[in-house]
């Protein structure tokens, strides 16, 4: 089973920077293609941004050019470097799979005030 624990998450001001971690157990995970989802109250889940086991990378558009998603395979670790903050990314964060998530873990705070 995949165990997922993110962390990272805070309070910051528009504008400002976080880096968000998840560090990734119970999977193969060098070929596991990874992504970081956000949940916004009263909004659905969305994937914000993917990383493949090879390291290519994906954003959704609302985040293009300000969050930059990594990867390091000898450590089973994903992150997510989130610049340019806007009120609009608060959410709680979580990593799960890219392709076929599954279990959530408990997911990281980020609140963005304006």
């Known amino acids: 089973q995949v165990q997922l624990v993110e962390s990272g998450g805070g309070l910051v001001q528009a504008g400002g920077s976080l880096r968000l971690s998840c560090e990734v157990s119970?999977?193969?995970?060098?070929?596991?293609?990874m992504g970081w989802y956000r949940q916004a109250p009263g909004k659905q889940r969305e994937l914000v941004a993917g990383i493949t086991g090879g390291g290519i990378s994906s954003y959704a558009d609302s985040v293009k050019g300000r969050f930059t998603i990594s990867r390091d395979n000898a450590k089973d670790t994903i992150s997510l470097e989130m610049n340019s903050l806007k009120p609009e990314d608060t959410a709680v964060y979580y990593c799960?799979?890219?392709?076929?998530?599954?279990?959530w873990g408990q997911g990281t705070q980020v609140t963005v005030s304006s």
């Open positions: 119970g999977t193969i995970f060098r070929r596991t293609a």
């Open positions: 799960n799979l890219r392709d076929y998530p599954g279990a």
